[in-house]
């Protein structure tokens, strides 16, 4: 019984120890994930407790922080049998927790060759102390973007897409589909298709979906659509009782293409009603927000540099009226690492200047955020934060003036050899260069527009976003 209950003390301690943040609380704070953890998911629930699940070893684990993640309770794990899948930064267990305080946490089987992908469910009614047998809510197989979103008041909305009925019309395209339980979990209604009155519900074959209530008591799904090979993104709104869904479009740069960028939304309930939408378009990121009531969307707001190579990002609103977003740059790879940024900015979408380069971490997995109820922003990744910053800072401190400018860029701050390389916003290289010391760019022959200036050395690498005149 000592030994047992000594495991249990150092298992906190250790856990404790890496959701350790700093001291004197900031505006944006960083809380590690568990050592090899991947994919964390979080939420926060109306009475302030925080709620996280992540993958560890192809299983799903649950645990909650009861003081904005200063610490956090013993890791309990989720899927009853099986494994859980976790490749390609997105897919991982996704988290729900209602008014009243059960968890619902729903995945997809691990991929392997020769395995039947199905979509999966399990909650906890005691807090998180343990989780019941799992169900399986899809009766189709090779299912991929699996989320949910529950309100407590006994409605339960999984979502996924699968491509049933059989289409090729349209290349790296699938069908929304749903199960829905009006007993909060208990039992589901069967597998259908997602019935949208003005949305055909052909989505993009492998970007993952996001699902949430809404204050109105309406449930929100947010995917990348792939009709016409037009993979930009809508909200659909509906009762959680009905099948039957409005489809509200939060981005229009028809970004025409013909296969899956596996990059899929993130979605945040924000203040008055209304939803911040994240996404990824055309190799950049940005953040969107509806009108009260969710009927549209407005804004298309990038990082401050608008790198190319841009991943995964999020975005949540505090009742300051502040919105953080935080993303990786690239690349999309299982076997590489990624750099995870933030930016800070008005709810009008004005930059605020506050920005920071997270630090290094492993490009399959992504970060993910909360608002604490200090007001302030908590964002959790498993990036590895000293080192990078020690890395890149040398590299951030470039400046490059006057920018925008019609003639010559002054480029201030290089010391050692670095590369130089130039490309347009479509990702055409158009320039290398290599310097060691402070060095002018002639911009004379180049049109008027964006362009992506990308400055690498042995110890890492940064793009900023020029601008040229005319």
């Known amino acids: 019984m000592k030994t047992k209950l000594f495991t249990l003390l150092f298992a906190l301690l250790i856990i404790q120890t890496k959701a350790q943040i700093n001291n004197a609380k900031s505006l944006v704070n960083i809380i590690q994930a568990p050592s090899g953890s991947l994919v964390p998911d979080v939420v926060k629930d109306i009475n302030g407790v925080v709620h996280v699940v992540y993958c560890l070893n192809q299983n799903a684990y649950y645990m909650h922080s009861t003081n904005n993640g200063s610490s956090f309770s013993i890791p309990v794990k989720v899927n009853s049998s099986g494994t859980v899948e976790y490749n390609m930064g997105e897919r991982g267990p996704k988290l729900s927790v209602g008014i009243d305080g059960v968890v619902h946490v729903v995945w997809m089987d691990h991929w392997v060759s020769g395995a039947y992908v199905y979509a999966r469910y399990s909650r906890s009614t005691n807090g998180g102390i343990s989780f019941e047998t799992m169900k399986t809510i899809s009766a189709t197989y090779g299912v991929d973007g699996v989320t949910m979103a529950a309100d407590g008041n006994n409605h339960v909305c999984v979502f996924w897409h699968t491509n049933v009925p059989v289409q090729s019309a349209v290349p790296q395209a699938t069908w929304l589909h749903t199960a829905r339980s009006v007993n909060n979990g208990v039992t589901f209604s069967a597998d259908t298709n997602v019935l949208i009155n003005n949305h055909s519900g052909l989505a993009c074959t492998m970007c993952m979906t996001r699902a949430r209530f809404g204050a109105d008591g309406n449930v929100y799904l947010v995917f990348r659509s792939a009709v016409g090979n037009i993979r930009d993104f809508?909200?659909?709104?509906?009762?959680?009782?009905?099948?039957?869904?409005?489809?509200?479009?939060?981005?229009?740069?028809?970004?025409?293409?013909?296969?899956?960028?596996?990059?899929?939304?993130?979605?945040?309930?924000?203040?008055?009603?209304?939803?911040?939408?994240?996404?990824?378009?055309?190799?950049?990121?940005?953040?969107?927000?509806?009108?009260s009531g969710v009927n549209a969307f407005s804004l298309h707001v990038a990082t401050p540099l608008n790198e190319m190579d841009e991943l995964y990002p999020t975005a949540i609103e505090n009742n300051s009226g502040k919105v953080l977003m935080v993303w990786q740059v690239g690349p999309m790879s299982v076997t590489d690492s990624a750099t995870v940024k933030w930016a800070l900015y008005n709810s009008d979408g004005s930059f605020t200047g506050q920005q920071a380069v997270v630090g290094r971490t492993f490009s399959g997995t992504k970060a993910t955020a909360f608002v604490g109820t200090d007001d302030?922003?908590?964002?959790?990744?498993?990036?590895?934060?000293?080192?990078?910053?020690?890395?890149?800072?040398?590299?951030?401190?470039?400046?490059?003036?006057?920018?925008?400018?019609?003639?010559?860029?002054?480029?201030?701050?290089?010391?050692?050899?670095?590369?130089?390389?130039?490309?347009?916003?479509k990702g055409k290289l158009l320039m290398t260069k290599e310097a060691s010391s402070n060095?002018?760019?002639?911009?004379?022959?180049?049109?008027?527009?964006?362009?992506?200036?990308?400055?690498?050395?042995?110890?890492?690498?940064?793009?900023?976003r020029i601008v040229v005149t005319r």
């Open 234 to 291: 809508y909200v659909l709104k509906g009762n959680p009782a009905v099948n039957n869904f409005t489809a509200i479009r939060v981005n229009t740069d028809n970004w025409f293409i013909d296969y899956c960028p596996m990059v899929g939304p993130e979605m945040e309930p924000a203040k008055r009603d209304r939803q911040v939408c994240a996404f990824m378009s055309s190799n950049h990121v940005y953040w969107a927000v509806s009108d």
């Open 439 to 464: 060095l002018s760019l002639d911009v004379r022959k180049l049109p008027q527009g964006e362009y992506i200036l990308k400055l690498r050395n042995n110890d890492g690498s940064v793009a900023k």
């Open 376 to 425: 302030n922003f908590y964002i959790i990744t498993n990036a590895d934060i000293l080192t990078s910053i020690h890395q890149t800072a040398a590299l951030e401190r470039v400046t490059i003036v006057p920018n925008p400018s019609n003639d010559y860029l002054k480029i201030s701050g290089i010391s050692g050899k670095t590369n130089l390389t130039l490309f347009d916003m």
